[in-house]
């Protein structure tokens, strides 16, 4: 698939990296010189230096060939005119990153798709998004549903008192018979991997489970999860981010929201009606201490500064804070966060990465999560009438190494993998990937069985 | 010793052997040629065992395990390794069939090709079995465009250390990609050049030549070589074929990202190219002169032959191919001085051409032009633009890095040469043809003599200068220095 990525900077570039893996042939788009040079160095794809919203740089990057144009500027006013100048010049699709929410209404989206954007996205809302969705399920480190969460994808770290410390999946399984979950992946140290029957489980391992709606109270008691009651929240930083975090939740649960900027702190009252907002700035520790931090339950910090929201989450945990959330930009200081004991990443490059590298695929993907630190991914696919999936049980599957199927959703009901398990033309599958073998699985839901 | 190693040389010698796989099967295709001519099979056939197996057996033991990828360090000594690997086995075939029975001899006249130089050491040329004599122009084609460019098309698992590669082969200051992908990119490089040689085979085959002829002066055009399978070059071939060979000539020395836009009927890219537009300036204006110079002197009978041989020789050397029609040696002085004066210009960037190339005197001399304004101007911001863009400091900077180095290594060369006892004239020119993968040169080397007369050491030596040449400068010189083996 031919692929034209414009953007400016990191997001465009981890974007352009994960989908080289998978054979796409890219073209970046970026009015930086000397960031594009440095990725042309290590990644394989073309680059051209320009503003996206230009014609003749389109058309400089073969834009009347290109299968798929992703515009993800900071800018929306950019990457909107990218998209529908990419769409006339004979693009086949093009998705645009926006940072507003109207704009992705439903009646809004008609607008859009008239002018031929396909796809909007806004990596701010998404983020927002998770962050409520966690603080439903505080004891979750992510969550990510398949099918409106018939089956869900949960990260938990296993606690000190968790009874299946030192068992093995085996002894799991035979202690409790079937069970409406299943692990899929454990990331130790800085080892991810594929869990085995002998595998035994260890403290502060970072377990990824494919788990049914009504399993979900099991596997969190089995994880050694008590039970969070989430009642006070204290967000840093009033950005997009945290508005929408703040808007969302505002009515049901008591929220602190601290901003840095007098002006924008202003504005966000005339939004927030139920927030109190505080103008401030939450490295100040004697600020926390008025706010009453020891009454927080969950601290969200959403701040355009990495390191700061690193810093104030780590502070929150000294206040004996359960529940902590950073919005981390830098890929590389995600495992080290996790590490030291911060509960949930928040990444907007792995964000828009998930909702976007499923439309460079077949159409057989219906779902994609890009998972924080790990670099693998879960993938939702439907099974295509005689693909080789549907061949035999899942026991006799030759699956290529890397990959495990987590669950199958067949209408209503949602199964979890087990041996004697048959997938069936139609099925929607949960499978985990580590790094470059989505193409494999790919292949596996066609319905040419070649190669196999 | 810590166990991370600071040089992959699992890679290094996985690529290597593929190489040798791959150039075994050329040397195969020379046995269709000797069996046609009633030849002797076995030189060919047998080198073609030995490289085929030593590349084999290397690979089937290192082949499968997947290992990291290609750094920059990595990327330099494929590249530096490769082309003396090629050599060595390359100069089987002269040894087994005891035309070359030397190795020095047989060496350097195989680096000769694979560079393109096309220096010979052969006295009489005709006296060689055709098989080869096309094995020898296969060299040429081989190198012209790179074996390492094949290699990156053919070889799917260098991924993203092919674009290391290509930048340490590939001759001008950063390679156009024409595609996305680094493999795509190699592919479309060698199709054009595939299709630049067949055009030209046959339009040669279609006039006078026979096919063999029309086969090997092709490659050796294409490749901007220089190998010939006539003791006097083209010049006993009609005008006709001349002409082709001239335009075939100019096509190689011309950017290959040039021609797949022309492909592609992006013609005004073409005159958007400055580099192009001096390319065919200094052709146009060089062959005037000496045409003027020829006439004025009566030398060359008619005024089209001194036109011809004019053009042919500013073509010839420009471009650094080395064919001869004419002795310019034996031009006035005015004249020859000229043309050994475009030895240091070459090809343009991007072409098989070699030399210091068209892009980097073009750069220099506009900076050179620019530093005056910027003395009268201290404070304005005055960039050297280059096809309209500004050309970044760092890229100037290293077109003067690579020029002085050209001209050092010219001038030790020169020492040397000089201190082993050749004079003068021939120790430039000798020095001057090498290094700017040319052929022949001036002096005792001029363009009707051959270098079978250099004492091994010289061999040597020149053959360094070769490799030199072919690879820039950078990517040998960087492969000695000491920084590299250091972490």
């Given amino acids: 698939m031919n692929i034209i990525i414009a953007g400016d900077g990191e997001a465009g570039f981890y974007l352009a990296e994960a989908l080289v893996d998978s054979k796409h042939d890219i073209t970046i788009v970026d009015p930086h010189d000397e960031l594009l040079k440095m990725i042309e160095a290590h990644t394989d794809l073309m680059t051209i230096v320009g503003d996206s919203n230009s014609v003749s740089v389109l058309k400089q990057a073969n834009v009347n060939k290109a299968d798929l144009v992703i515009s993800v500027l900071h800018d929306e006013t950019i990457n909107i005119l990218t998209a529908i100048l990419a769409k006339k010049l004979g693009a086949k699709r093009a998705i645009a990153r926006v940072a507003t929410m ?31 969705k966690l603080l439903e399920q505080p004891e979750a480190t992510e969550i990510f549903d398949f099918s409106d969460g018939k089956l869900s994808i949960f990260l938990i770290r296993i606690e000190k008192n968790a009874p299946i410390i030192g068992k093995s999946l085996r002894m799991i399984a035979e202690e409790k018979g079937s069970l409406g979950f299943r692990a899929v992946a454990i990331h130790r140290g800085s080892d991810t991997f594929l ?18 709606r009504d399993a979900k109270n099991e596997l969190l008691q089995l994880g050694g999860k008590k039970k969070l009651d989430i009642n006070n929240i204290m967000i840093v930083g009033g950005g997009r981010v945290g508005k929408v975090i703040a808007r969302r939740v505002e009515n049901d649960l008591n929220v602190k929201l601290i901003e840095i900027d007098r002006d924008r702190s202003v504005k966000l009252t005339d939004i927030l009606d139920n927030t109190l907002i505080i103008n401030g700035d939450a490295r100040d520790i004697n600020l926390l201490d008025d706010e009453g931090i020891e009454n927080i339950d969950a601290f969200i910090a959403v701040t355009s500064s990495s390191e700061t929201n690193i810093l104030t989450c780590l502070h929150a945990k000294k206040f004996g804070i359960k529940k902590t959330i950073a919005l981390v930009e830098n890929l590389d200081y995600i495992e080290i966060s996790q590490n030291i004991g911060i509960d949930t990443i928040i990444n907007k490059k792995l964000i828009v990465a998930s909702h976007i590298i499923k439309y460079s695929m077949g159409d057989e993907v219906t779902s994609l999560k890009c998972l924080s630190g790990i670099n693998s991914d879960i993938v939702e696919l439907v099974a295509k009438e005689g693909s080789p999936i549907t061949k035999s049980l899942i026991r006799d599957l030759k699956m290529p190494e890397g990959v495990l199927i987590g669950g199958v959703i067949r209408g209503e009901e949602s199964f979890i993998a087990v041996g004697n398990l048959q997938i069936k033309a139609d099925d929607k599958v949960v499978v985990f990937a580590l790094p470059g073998t989505i193409q494999k699985v790919e292949k596996m839901f066609h319905k040419s069985g070649f190669g196999f | 010793m810590p166990t991370k190693h600071l040089i992959n040389f699992r890679i290094i010698i996985r690529v290597l052997s593929f190489l040798l796989l791959v150039v075994s099967i050329f040397m195969l295709s020379g046995v269709v040629f000797a069996w046609y001519f009633n030849e002797s099979i076995w030189p060919l056939l047998i080198s073609f065992l030995i490289t085929g197996a030593t590349g084999g057996i290397i690979w089937l033991f290192l082949g499968k395990r997947k290992s990291k990828g290609i750094g920059k360090r990595e990327g330099y000594l494929i590249v530096a390794l490769s082309w003396i690997v090629v050599s060595l086995f390359g100069s089987l075939p002269y040894m087994f069939s005891n035309t070359i029975p030397l190795f020095t001899n047989a060496f350097f006249e195989t680096i000769s090709g694979f560079t393109t130089t096309g220096a010979t050491i052969l006295t ?37 250390g092919g674009m290391q590669l290509l930048v340490a082969e590939m001759p001008g200051i950063t390679p156009d990609k024409l595609h996305p992908r680094i493999t795509a990119t190699a592919k479309r490089l060698w199709g054009i050049y595939v299709l630049l040689t067949l055009t030209e085979m046959l339009i040669l085959w279609i006039g006078e030549m026979d096919f063999f002829d029309a086969v090997c002066h092709s490659f050796a055009t294409m490749a901007t070589g220089g190998f010939s399978t006539k003791n006097d070059s083209i ?65 060359d009978g008619s005024i089209e032959t001194s036109f011809r041989n004019a053009l042919f020789t500013v073509v010839s050397i420009l471009t650094t191919t080395g064919f001869v029609t004419v002795d310019y040696y034996l031009w ?39 530093e005056l304004k910027r003395a009268i101007h201290p404070q304005a911001i005055i960039p050297v633009k280059f096809n309209r863009k500004s050309v970044p400091q760092q890229i100037i900077f290293n077109v003067m890095a690579f020029f002085l180095i050209y001209m050092m290594i010219f001038a030790t060369g020169v020492v040397i040469m000089a201190l082993i006892g050749m004079d003068f004239e021939t120790a430039i020119g000798s020095v001057a043809a090498t290094l700017g993968n040319i052929g022949p ?22 053959s360094f200068l070769m490799l030199l040449g072919r690879l820039e400068l950078f990517t040998v010189l960087i492969v000695i220095s000491p920084a590299f083996w250091k972490s």
């Fill in chain 1, 195 to 212: 869990p085995e029957a002998d595998t035994v489980f260890e403290v502060n391992d970072l377990v990824y489970v494919i788990t049914k």
């Fill in chain 2, 441 to 462: 040169g001036i002096g005792n080397v001029g363009p009707v003599e051959n270098y079978a007369f250099f004492s091994p050491f010289a061999k040597w030596f020149l």
């Fill in chain 2, 124 to 160: 009489d040329i005709e006296a060689l079995p055709k098989s080869i004599l096309y094995w020898r122009s296969m060299t040429h084609w081989l190198g012209g465009m790179g074996i390492i460019v094949l290699t990156v098309a053919i070889l799917p698992f260098l991924g993203i």
């Fill in chain 2, 235 to 299: 010049a006993g071939f009609t005008p006709f074929t001349q002409y082709v060979i001239i335009a075939f000539m100019i096509f190689a020395g011309t950017n290959f990202t040039l021609h797949y836009l022309a492909l592609h009927g992006k013609f005004k890219k073409l005159w958007l190219n400055q580099e192009y537009k001096v390319y065919l300036g200094i052709i146009t204006i060089v062959t005037i002169l000496i045409t003027i110079g020829l006439v004025l002197n009566h030398l």
């Fill in chain 1, 102 to 132: 109207e704009n992705i209404s439903v009646e809004n989206r008609k607008i859009y798709e008239e002018l031929g954007i396909d796809y909007l996205i806004s990596p701010e809302d998404i983020a927002g998004h998770e962050v409520v």
């Fill in chain 2, 332 to 370: 006035p002085t005015f004249l020859w001085i000229m043309v050994f004066m475009l030895m240091f210009i070459g090809g343009s960037a991007g072409s098989t051409g070699g030399g210091i190339k068209i892009v980097r005197h073009l750069l220099l001399v506009k900076n050179s032009w620019i």
